[in-house]
């Protein structure tokens, strides 16, 4: 019978990154365990994780998600970069712009703005973390994922505790930038097709995060559509890992690895469930340390001279005077 088409090449973003592919291994697969205790990234089908929660798309979800507001980001053009402006001082938030907003909406508002949505408006990225107050339905259907592999998944891997279950519903062309996290995540697509460029920890160099003090920590300043190699030239030694799921796809993201994230153009709304999970316990240490170790150091060097100098101007002329002329 004919392959079925159901997605292709014109449906990604082109960036000026060179890519390889991550492998895709059936659940039962040893070489899926084989990768994820490596911090590789894998693509693991038929895993049956959420096969409870195939169904889920906003008709459904407005019926079964009780009357609880959602969060829902907006933003005026298709990226959705995420910044946290709680946690950092006045003066830097003073002078911050963030690049979107958040509000509160129930999923039947959210149904409506997508069925209704015209060129021109801003987009939605509806991202909620799944919790006890969802509404019956939904809970009846979480308790259905397959938590026997997971959970033997996370025992056999020694994670930590699962922290959350983020609901990501998003337009088509909706862009997350690059970014990394200091969980593991198992990332569940439920609905339409997701395309993730993925780069170990060791293209720090190449990826140049913001400071850790900035609401964008975390983030790459790099803008992959345009990017300024003037300021970032390392970012021409990147190379990525590509990724695109389907429904019933888990992608394994490794802690601190870093992932630019779109739902396909064209390709419809997506559904997405992801499973962040706190690291494990360190075990012996062993050198020379991994890339992800290193991001830990530079994380804590930054924060513990922030917290000497107190003013951030400082940092630069500091970490320059210890460097430069002497470490190289
Ligand atoms: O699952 C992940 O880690 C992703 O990056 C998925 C990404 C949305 C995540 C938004 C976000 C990033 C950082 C902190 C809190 C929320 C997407 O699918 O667009
Ligand atoms: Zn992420």
Redesign the pocket.
Known sequence: MEERRVWDETQLRKYDVPLVYVPKYRYDDPKVQELISANKPVIITGSELVASALNWDVDYLKEHMNNSNCTVIFSKNHK?K?FDDKSVRPDVKAKFVPPTRKVGMKMAEFAKRLREWKKGDERL?L?QMLNNTVGPGIVHDFLRFHWDWINSLQKNMSWGPLTSN?L?I?MEG?V?PC?Y?EQQ?L?AQIRGF?RFIMFPPEQFECLYPYPVYHPHDRQSQVDFERPDYMKFPKFKGAVGHEAVIGPGDVLY?PIYWW?H?ESLMRGGYTV?V?F?YKAGPTEKIEYPLKGYQKVAIMRNVEKMLLEALHDPQELGPLLRALVLGRYT
């Open positions: 959705f995420y990225y991202q983020l990501l998003a909706n997350t970014h996290d995540n990332f997701k993201i992932h994230v997405s992801n962040w």
